[in-house]
């Protein structure tokens, strides 16, 4: 089946550098991809909707600046942390939808961000 | 808005045991709803979903239905397997948006034991 894969699966990195996550769609096209963020014993929140060619649309409280998408091919999209600060620590997971029906949606493994 | 509350974990349960987790929501109109696993080291999976009121939704011995009345979506297996140890999310999809506009709960814990 389509698979979603997801990188790193965990970082750890000083306050104020900035941090890149890729997402890959492996053997489909994605012109849509979701980054999802989960904080421990809370549900995940969607973020933002990538798009490809397009800019990234955010939800509400969501930093636009903070949190930079990028989303240059049908296969890969990227969430890259900008000036991280140890309350941007949290687990972040993006998904894409099937493209030829966009019903289901495949998830990457997710990457565990933490900034000391 | 909308949201999602699942029955807090975590759950232990020996093999063969029946399993319910709870899941009710809160949304306008009619949203279809979802239940993901996640097994260790894996992403998200779609174990089963309904999209309208009265739907049972089944996959692996899984099964939940869509209760409009008391806006819920229960997960239920007869008998869990070892294999079963995951976590559950149940999730929701507001009426006429892409499917992937999800609303998560917060996840179960599941482990089965031998």
């Known amino acids: 089946g389509a698979v979603v894969s997801q990188h790193p699966s965990w970082v750890i990195c000083k306050s104020g550098t900035s941090v890149k996550i890729e997402c890959r769609s492996l053997d489909f096209q994605a012109t849509t991809m979701f980054w999802y963020r989960q904080f421990p014993k809370q549900s995940l929140m969607l973020m933002a909707t990538?798009?490809?060619?397009?800019?990234?649309?955010?939800e509400q409280g969501v930093e636009k600046d903070k949190f930079l998408i990028n989303h240059a091919s049908l296969t890969l999209s990227t969430l890259t942390v900008t000036s991280a600060h140890p309350e941007d620590s949290s687990f972040y997971i993006c998904s894409a939808p099937d493209r030829t029906t966009n019903e289901k949606l495949f998830f990457g493994s997710g990457t565990q961000l933490s900034v000391l | 808005g909308d949201s999602v509350t699942q029955m807090e974990g975590p759950v232990t349960l020996s093999e063969e045991a029946f399993l319910t987790i709870n899941c009710t929501y809160t949304?306008?109109?009619?949203?279809?709803l979802f239940w993901y696993v996640q097994y260790p080291g894996e992403g998200l999976q779609l174990l089963l979903k309904a999209t309208k009121a009265d739907d049972k939704g089944s996959n692996k011995g899984f099964e939940a239905t869509y209760r409009k009345e008391t806006t819920s979506f229960h997960l239920e297996k007869g008998s869990v397997q070892v294999s079963d140890s995951a976590v559950y999310f149940c999730a929701l999809s507001p009426s006429g948006t892409s499917y992937g506009k999800l609303t998560f709960g917060q996840g179960t814990i599941l482990t089965v034991h031998p």
């Open positions: 990538s798009n490809e060619g397009s800019k990234a649309t955010y």
């Open positions: 949304a306008t109109g009619y949203p279809s």
